[in-house]
């Protein structure tokens, strides 16, 4: 087992002793109470650099043309033709919008020098699989429709971090071929429904995210008896298309043996992949960046690098 990074004990350890408490009092784990924490989680994200151009927008699915689907683009020169990132947010597929990672989107735009595109795609258990997946695959399609005046590269990254990777992955593995991804970024990602991996267990508490919840979120995202097997990108075929592929694992995390399994697949298939461990960091230390500035520096200058490099 791997020992958690001293910078962040003080605050796991207020982490389980709320949690205790919650349990004590009798309350019930609800999607407002999730979506509430992780909103208060996110005010040790900080605010982010300033941005030269920010334009929100919506669109609507064809699935449900009733529900508006709100994005938000970020670019640090409008003016120049820069790669394109569309960034699908973490939260257990049930939490996370706009205004949650704006810190994070602004952060990604400055130190990449790329355009930044994320979605308030629809959240579980209102709308569960696979609404998410349709909303992202919208946004991968039509992108470039969306960015209207703003100039961009013919250069495009599909990146996420958590249940934001599973929705990565995903589309990465089911991409249409007139879609070209150039390379895909992946984040403490979720990657594995089946929950079989070792460290599940091993680090079931205590680490900010816990099996107990892990559960819970995917029961709220899969509610139609779906083959677990079959929806987890770990286990999805490669195709040929396969793009160059950055994984970043935090080694304190429950989910981080799925990451080295996926990556361990890539591999297999002659996909390159760069794999880089953040010892003593825990699930969503991105968030965290009060606490963990200089991991999240480091999740900047290797996407930086890897896109631009």
């Known amino acids: 087992m791997n020992t958690v990074s001293a910078k962040l004990s003080a605050f796991l350890e207020q982490v389980t002793i709320a949690r205790k408490q919650a349990l004590q009092k009798g309350i ?17 994200n900080g605010k982010g650099p300033d941005i030269r151009y920010i334009s929100d927008g919506s669109f609507f699915v064809e699935t449900d043309s009733r529900t508006e ?26 939490c996370g919008d706009l205004d949650i990672y704006d810190a994070i989107s602004r952060r990604m735009a400055k130190h990449t020098n790329s355009i930044v595109i994320t979605l308030d795609y629809r959240l579980a258990p209102e709308y569960p699989y696979p609404a998410a997946i349709e909303d992202c695959k919208f946004l991968l399609s039509h992108y470039k429709s969306l960015l209207g005046s703003v100039g961009f590269e013919d250069k495009l990254i ?16 089911s991409a249409q071929s007139n879609c070209h991804i150039s390379k895909q ?10 929950m ?4 599940i267990d091993i680090y079931r508490s205590g680490y900010l995210l816990e099996k107990q919840s892990i559960a819970w979120y995917f029961d709220n995202y899969l509610q139609h008896g779906e083959d677990r097997n079959k929806v987890s990108p770990l286990f999805m075929p490669v195709p040929e298309s396969m793009s160059e592929t950055l994984i970043m694992v935090a080694n304190c995390d429950p989910l981080q043996d ?3 399994a996926y990556a361990e697949k890539l591999r297999n298939a002659g996909v390159p992949v760069q794999l880089n461990v953040f010892a003593g ?10 606490l963990a500035e200089e991991e999240g520096n480091q999740v900047y200058k290797l996407m930086n690098e890897f896109i631009n490099g």
Not at 158 to 173: E, K, V
Not at 281 to 290: A, D, I
Request: hydrophobic residues 45%.
């Open 28 to 44: 019930k784990p609800s999607p407002a109470l999730a979506r509430s924490n992780m909103e208060n989680l996110s005010a040790m």
């Open 69 to 94: 689907i709100p994005f938000r683009i970020y670019s640090p020169d409008p003016t120049a033709k820069l790669p394109v990132i569309l960034h699908f947010h973490g939260g257990g597929h049930m």
């Open 158 to 173: 599909l990146a996420g971090d958590s249940a934001g990777a599973a929705l990565t992955a995903t589309l990465s593995a």
């Open 185 to 194: 970024i992946l984040l403490y990602p979720s990657l594995d429904y089946t």
């Open 196 to 199: 079989e991996h070792p460290s």
């Open 258 to 260: 799925e990451a080295y």
């Open 281 to 290: 960091m825990v699930h969503g230390f991105l968030l965290l960046n009060t």
